[in-house]
């Protein structure tokens, strides 16, 4: 698929619509703004879905699981294995992000589109293995052309589906072992940052592990930087398949008119890839928590966007999206349910 195309015709949520909700809220019975930022969670709603009565009943989540090649540069504390095993975790629902999502009411997917390891014929485990992990990106670019088609194409079918399913509200979570090196080595080509400006601790390296870890990732962008010109040929050279997915996922929901949660430092990279190729997919994202990553503060900045949580959490799995979710839907609910001062028959603050 010509991606830049597709994401060129996703249009920006509806200021009309978000203007009538803002003067629905303020006519609600209570002080004008007393509600803070869940007033504005409702006004955005209001804006992406274009209804009078929004709705975010019908939750997903979805996770999207894949290795990555720079592991061979000793960047993780955690063996690829772990990557597995916690797939198997997730299907099996004894993960955190079980729990959290029990707790949203939400439904959880797990995708393989790139786990280094057998997972065929597992029940309830989406196929959509591209790879048994991306290529060492210190080496050569991570993907070739036609894997990053693949792996965005395999999310983008799972964010058609939802919209086929009518899910109101998406979640979107990941797991691989190397991650954070990929996703800051992403956020750095797209930000032009230094990497030591975005790079953390991602599953709790020292100091020297974290100076190791920022010099592969300098090496890499040394190497790729004639061709670091867009964000699909950054996320071919530096990303991974679980990201290229996860940026399927968001073109697709964002199309649909989907509300959509982005969990912390790796669907964030995600997600500035998508929004690089249309700012107006924006719109459509809400920004779950603040990441104990190192770089997310940044990330945030250069988007000019506030998450609705700051817990210190650094998990991932889309756990945070789990938390955002009953927020969201408290907006939603307030907004459909609490009656303005004419409908309840009370005299309002002008009179």
Sequence with gaps: MNWQKFANDIVPADTEWRRRAADRLRE?????????????????????????????????????????GVTAEGVSLYPREVT???VLNFIHEGATINSL??????????????????????????QAKVGRGTRNFCEGPAMLAEELDQAMAAGFKLGETAAHDGIQLLGLGEM???????????????TRRKP???TGRGT??????????????????????????????????????????????????????IAIVIDGWIVSAAALAAI????????????????????????????EVRPLLDLGMRLGEGSGAALAMPIIEAAARIYCEVATFAEAGVANRHA
């Design 276 to 303: 690089r190729l249309n700012p107006a997919i924006l719109d459509y994202l809400f920004f779950a928590h603040r990441s104990e990553e190192y770089g997310h503060r940044l990330l945030l900045e250069e988007l």
């Design 101 to 126: 999502a029990r707790l949203a009411g939400a439904e959880v997917i797990v995708a393989d589109l790139g786990v280094d390891g057998d997972l065929a014929g597992v029940p309830g485990l989406v």
């Design 176 to 190: 691989g072992i190397g991650n954070t090196t990929s996703a800051s080595a992403l956020i750095a080509a797209l």
């Design 28 to 68: 609600q019975t209570r002080p004008a703004g007393s509600l803070g930022r869940l007033e504005e969670v409702a006004e955005r709603l209001v804006a992406i879905q274009r209804l009078d009565k929004p709705s975010v009943s019908r939750k997903r989540i979805l996770i999207f699981a894949a290795d990555h």
């Design 196 to 198: 030591e400006t975005v």
């Design 84 to 86: 597995c095993a916690m």
């Design 204 to 257: 709790g390296l020292g100091e020297e592990a974290l100076r190791h870890k920022i010099a592969v990732i300098e090496r890499a962008l040394e190497l790729h930087a004639p061709v670091l010109t867009n964000p699909l040929s950054i996320m071919q050279c530096l990303g991974g398949f679980e990201i290229a997915g996860l940026c399927g996922a968001i073109l697709a929901a964002a199309k649909a008119r």
